[in-house]
């Protein structure tokens, strides 16, 4: 049984709709379809244990066809293992605007020219990059909040896209901007923290073109 027959075996036995899984996993429909076709080859692990939870399936049985189908309840309790640690890596600090255009091409933003670098331990990719957050739209009185002046690391390849995720955008009319995805109801929405700022229906004017994966304390804070 490959991986897309565990999914969709998975899916059957919980007895719930396609639309009901994609909801519990933070995804589209058109992703739990590709899924169950084998059109997605291998599912990110936040994904394989979002699924996990939505059909009472094991992870670890669903991803590689090893282990049990199902846990046992007492073994769900158990505390997760403590993942390794990973090495920093420096990525450069760029502009909006460069950010903007390198979403239609990744290389021209070539390693070496950036005037500033920060690091991380988290996986940005091959051309992952920082970004200063501009304006209070993305500031909130609990967390999580992203003052102005925050650095924001982004992913911009081989991301999914999750409700109540951030992400980067950009229109066609070459406005780039922050916030928070929220799918609901069959519908997309870049919804700011602050607000005083309006959420704003996606549509085919709109790309998002990166997930933010690490932030760093805002500029100027001890």
């Known amino acids: 049984m490959n991986q897309s027959e565990r999914i969709r075996r998975a899916i059957e036995l919980s007895g719930k709709k396609k639309g009901e899984i994609a909801a519990e996993?933070?995804?589209?429909?058109?992703?739990?379809?590709?899924?169950?076709?084998?059109?997605?080859?291998?599912?990110?692990?936040e994904s394989v244990f979002a699924l996990g939870r939505a059909t009472g399936f094991n992870p670890e049985w669903l991803a590689t066809g090893t282990g049990p189908e199902?846990?046992?309840?007492?073994?769900?309790?158990?505390?997760?293992?403590?993942?390794?640690?990973?090495?920093?890596?420096?990525?450069?600090?760029?502009?909006?605007?460069?950010?903007?255009?390198?979403?239609?091409?990744?290389?021209?933003?070539?390693?070496?020219?950036a005037e500033e670098w920060l690091t991380s331990t988290e996986n940005a990719g091959l051309h992952g990059y920082w970004l200063i957050v501009k304006g209070p739209s993305m500031t909130?009185?609990?967390?999580?909040?992203?003052?102005?002046?925050?650095?924001?690391?982004?992913?911009?390849?081989?991301f999914e896209l999750v409700s109540g995720k951030f992400y980067i955008a950009?229109?066609?009319?070459?406005?780039?901007?922050?916030?928070?995805?929220?799918?609901?109801?069959?519908?997309?929405?870049?919804?700011?923290?602050?607000?005083?700022?309006?959420?704003?229906?996606m549509d085919d004017e709109w790309d998002v073109i990166g997930r933010i994966v690490d932030m760093k304390a805002p500029r100027g804070t001890l």
């Open 25 to 45: 996993c933070g995804v589209k429909p058109s992703a739990v379809t590709q899924w169950i076709t084998g059109e997605t080859k291998a599912l990110k692990a």
């Open 70 to 113: 199902r846990l046992l309840q007492e073994d769900t309790n158990l505390a997760p293992m403590l993942q390794p640690s990973r090495a920093s890596k420096e990525y450069p600090v760029i502009s909006w605007v460069i950010a903007g255009e390198r979403a239609h091409s990744p290389d021209n933003f070539a390693p070496g020219v």
């Open 140 to 158: 909130s009185p609990t967390p999580p909040s992203f003052p102005e002046g925050t650095p924001i690391l982004i992913r911009p390849e081989g």
């Open 170 to 201: 950009k229109h066609r009319d070459g406005e780039t901007t922050f916030k928070q995805y929220i799918y609901d109801g069959g519908r997309e929405y870049l919804v700011p923290l602050n607000k005083d700022f309006r959420q704003v229906e």
